[in-house]
RNA sequence: GCCGACGUAGCUCAGUUGGUUAGAGCACUAGAUUGUGGAUCUAGGGGUCCCCCGUUCAAGUCGGGGCGUCGGUA
């Protein structure tokens, strides 16, 4: 077959600003909305992949920060990139690595070249700019590359946000000129621009301008809140081209999402439903579940009796509590395991709503039911 | 039996020449966590300072007696 494949979106249902789609890229089909579970590592912690695969998993997260610094791009590619190298088969989209610098990195000097850091695991210098972030990313092997951007941090006055933005628009420039022309991969441009309506507009503007396969929102969920949050994407999901996916980054707790896709976005990451597996915290239609909590040592119940996922099938509250308390592994990987499965099903179920005109209802049992709160005590 | 050391929070221990409401780490009870440091942070509960008597304005601290634990010894 000699025909370059693309990766291409295809649109499918809207149900006022929310919409289904199909991303078809060579490794895979992603049905949006997606949530991408987060394998920095070259792992989704505590998962094996094909576990991962199991929960509805169409797209996984990896970071160009991490790997960049171990076991290291080239080495990756080496051993046949990222998606032989971790064993996942399926897209992968790396972060650009903008966000781990601000974030992880220590002695961070950012200039208009790039940001020179420090590896926070030993101490090693490293200069990270969009040409040597779109080279580690190709390295991997990475499916949905992200353009390299800096993540304003919030609160930040309209000037410093504004310089920041445009700082991120002139990077975006530069990632797509180094990405270049490549088949069956894709290149998503980040928008920026805090809680400034106009700085979002204008960032929306260049990011057209310049032309990308899918566009995120950055800047989000990094201290403003939830009303604040929605308040920009009351707005800025429309600035971006309707036939391009658009990808909230690093978002979110439940709530966050369903109001998100009300709103126009179609993708996810999110650290929470891995992290909270590891800090026993468990993500339900009813609420969230701190398995710590000495109310569940005696609990015969699972975490949600009416879920199908394996660690609810075969597992009490009780011994997850205990295992928990242990500090054994498995803890980590079923309460991950879980998470994932509810995030995932919470997809499927807001895809279903959209794709049948019925989001409104399907909001409104979701609030509904974490309004009733967890099941009766025992 | 004798000699010595020790006895403070659930555990391991600090505690100044006697001086405000006796502390720490861990554990416990909760909370936070949004483009991942299995990390971290925050708050809280918990005391017959082995017991009794004494000295003193004042005792976890000094004295006497008792009890207990550990070690040594005949």
């Known amino acids: 077959m000699s025909l370059s494949v693309n990766c291409t979106f295809t649109l499918e249902f809207t149900d006022g600003s929310a919409r289904t789609g199909l991303i078809q890229s060579p490794r895979g089909e992603i049905r949006t909305p997606a949530f991408m579970p987060v394998g920095t590592a070259a792992t989704v912690k505590a998962m094996l992949p094909e576990n991962v695969r199991d929960t509805g998993a169409d797209v996984i997260l990896g970071n160009t920060y991490h790997l960049m610094l171990r076991p290291g791009a080239e080495r990756v590619a080496r051993l046949g990139g990222l998606h032989e190298f971790m064993n996942w088969r399926r897209p992968i989209l790396t972060d650009s690595g903008g966000y781990q610098v601000m974030s992880l990195a220590q002695l961070r000097k950012l200039t208009e070249e790039g940001v020179k850091f420090k590896s926070h695991i030993d101490g090693s210098e490293h200069m990270l700019t969009p040409e040597r972030s779109m080279e580690i990313q190709r390295l991997l092997g990475s499916d949905i590359v992200m353009a390299f951007d800096e993540c304003t941090p919030h609160p930040a006055e309209e000037g410093v946000a504004a310089e920041s933005m445009r700082l991120s ?47 995120a929102l950055g800047g989000l969920a990094v201290g403003e809140g939830q009303e604040a949050m929605f308040d920009v994407l009351d707005y800025a999901p429309a600035m971006l081209p309707a036939d391009k996916p658009r990808y909230l980054m690093g978002v979110g707790k439940p709530d966050d999402i369903v109001g998100a896709v009300q709103r126009g976005v179609d993708m996810f990451d999110c650290v929470l439903p891995t992290r909270s597996g590891r800090t026993a915290q468990a993500f339900t239609r009813r609420g969230v579940l701190n398995l710590k909590n000495a109310r569940h040592q005696e609990d015969a119940r699972p975490i949600d009796p009416d879920c199908a996922c394996p660690t609810c099938r075969d597992y009490s509250r009780a011994y997850l509590h205990h295992v928990v308390r242990a500090k054994e592994m498995i803890a980590a990987t079923l309460i991950t395991w879980h998470n994932l499965h509810y995030y995932q099903e919470l997809m499927q179920g807001l895809r279903d709503a959209v794709s049948t005109s019925a989001l409104d209802t399907f909001v409104q049992s979701f609030h509904d039911m974490r309004a009733a709160g967890d099941l009766e005590p025992l």
Not at 172 to 198: C, E, H, K, M, T
């Open 169 to 215: 628009m002139r990077w975006a420039q530069r990632s797509r000129d180094a990405f270049g022309d490549r088949p069956g991969y894709a290149l998503f441009g980040i928008q920026q621009g805090n809680l400034y309506r106009d700085l979002r507009e204008e960032s929306s503007a260049a990011l057209r301008e310049i032309g990308f396969d899918g566009y």
